[in-house]
């Protein structure tokens, strides 16, 4: 086919009035007319609806195209959709261009149509200019290693891994920390629901125990990262838990420990000891050693029972292979600096809160007063702290819901505390929300809207905390009086993310969370193929979304492992071993470590390219000082001859 004369059809897109509302989309299809090659030219006011999609199929076999161009949107949202289009005609679907006239015409340039009509014009003509030049491809295919990797023992990893595990492939789940569970197993109870957290994660728990086909790994990280979809080679760093799985959780070790620690699981609320369980019906079921608080005594050693403590355990490393990877790693709460957290007792986090409310927390479920406590009288939660902000324009998108959980609680289970809520904005959504705020209204939990520019002042007066404060309703001044005040606190990216963000070649968003591929076509993808996001990783997010979103993220990896193979881009580089000198400058700038210089069978070095690893990003090819690499799809002469239509009209 590539030696057939170029028949190219062009189709310009309306997108409704995205591009049609600026652009002349009728004379660009006129212009289209007269191009060299093209054959036919149409304009339609959607051509990614169905109708659109069956004129171009009627198109290719009525006028035998062997070329297209459609000038629509991004190709990032829609040429994927337009490849698949052409193949089911019958061309390969690499014989198809696209032209950006929303993004890069209409929306850019709305207040000058005449202008950026003849812009259209500009982009059509260069895309044709390259559809001539354009070579059909064809995708190799590697086989698939059918396990999977989840990063993150939170709700949503341990959803992901149930999914998976029970569709019968091999899952590995790597957690941080020392335990599975996550921020869920600091909760009282979920919002709307008031079901217990533990109820919930617990069944979760047992299923994973259960599993044959799920192996954990706690207090571990992944230190290396490499291959490609279908076969990533993965090297996880197990940190020692000083604590072998023989231990049998008696709780004599912790009896006869000395060092005491802040308790991390309480948010500090309370001090446990540098032996420990994190939280009753912690899976694994064993105990831990802090290695930041151990003395290394060897008391809790004399009286182990089962000698299940080895003070002089290392860490190891273990090498994995999977075909897919799900990002996890949920968000770490932010520590506030405001409203005198820190300086008062009394003055805790929504967190906190949580812990103090649960029965298994450090009260028994008891509001009471940190600084001495007494009960509490009278409790204000502020919204936002942390949140849209300078520092964190976002919104973290759970807190008011989960504030007006808590109020709802505390009204119920002391109706004669006085519950106040001081918000910028209430921004309760999903399901149940809207009957929610109402029912906190009704149970006497009063709000008072504050801005931005004004924020509450907390102090503390007579054993008290005082709350001054301008109710933007009524323009009047509001000075509260209370017993506790509640922060709360945004949700924040969990450390370590850009780092391993940096390992695993997924980049990161502008506030730090891991960032999808799109935001509509591909919301659970990442930009590297077999690499996934769920739950509050990608964004705040609250417990049923993650959840939601876990078993998404579980089927789009069981894709390529149910498929055992997987089609990998052709669009890549390929070298020209007569032209390369084996410099290593490609080597050098890859950052897929795609390009290997190395010698052949005669012991000339020069470059190799491993296709599945190689993302076509064509840095080896501006590097070159021989031009010895070329990019498929993107060749020089159909760049050049992009540019050249592009200056002439």
Known sequence: ?????????????????????????????????????????????????????????????????????????????????????????????????????????????????????????????????????????????????????????????IRAALDLAERGFHVYIVERKPYLGGRVAQLNKVSITHEDAMELLEPMLKAVQESGNITVYTNSEVKEFGGYLGNFEVTIRQKPRFVTSACNACGKCAEVCPVEAPDEYNMGLSNRKAIYIFYEGAYPPTYTIDPDACTKCGKCAEVCPVNAINLNEQPREEKIKVGAIIIATGFDPYEPKEYGYGLYK????????????????????????????????????????????????????????????????????????????????????????????????????????????????????????????????TGAPVELRVDLVVLAEALLPSAGSKDLGIKLGVSVGPNGFFKEAHPKLRPLDTMVDGVFIAGAAQSPKDIQEAIVQASGAASRAAIPLSQGEVEIEPIVATVDTLKCKGCGRCEDVCEFGAVKVEPDERGVPHANVNEALCKGCGACTVICPTGAITIQHFRKEQLLAMVMAAVRR
């Open 1 to 157: 086919m590539s030696e057939e004369e170029p028949r190219i059809g062009v189709y310009v897109c309306h997108c409704g009035l995205n591009i049609a509302g600026v652009v002349d989309v009728e004379e660009v299809a006129e212009y289209a007319k007269t191009l060299p090659n093209v054959v036919i030219a149409r304009h339609y006011v959607y051509m990614c609806s169905e109708p659109g999609q069956e004129m171009i199929k009627r198109d290719i076999k009525e006028y035998n195209l062997n070329r297209v161009v459609v000038a629509s949107c991004s190709p990032a949202m829609h040429e994927p959709t337009y490849q698949r289009v052409i193949e089911e005609a019958g061309l390969n679907r690499y014989l198809f261009e696209m032209a950006n006239l929303r993004e890069q015409c209409s929306w850019a340039h709305a207040p000058w149509p005449d202008r950026a009509t003849e812009k259209a014009k500009d982009l059509v003509r260069m895309a044709v200019a390259k559809a001539r030049l354009l070579r059909p491809l064809e995708p190799r295919k590697v086989k698939v290693h059918p396990s999977a990797l989840i990063i993150g023992g939170g709700v949503a990893g």
């Open 346 to 473: 009394d003055v805790v986090t929504q967190l906190q809160l949580e812990r103090l409310l649960s029965p298994r927390g450090p009260t028994g479920g008891r509001l009471i007063r940190p600084s001495n406590g007494e009960p509490v009288r009278a409790v204000a939660f502020i919204l936002c702290t942390g949140s849209r902000v300078p520092e964190r324009p976002y919104c973290s998108r759970i807190c008011c819901t989960v504030s007006l959980k808590n109020a709802i609680i505390i009204k119920k289970e002391h109706p004669d505390v006085d519950v106040y809520i001081l918000y910028r904005d209430i921004r309760a959504f999903g399901k149940g929300q809207e009957e929610y705020y109402a029912e906190a209204r009704r149970l006497g939990v009063i709000f008072v809207k504050f801005s931005q520019e004004e924020p509450p002042e907390v102090t503390e007066e007579g054993g008290r905390l005082r709350i001054r404060v301008k109710d933007l309703l």
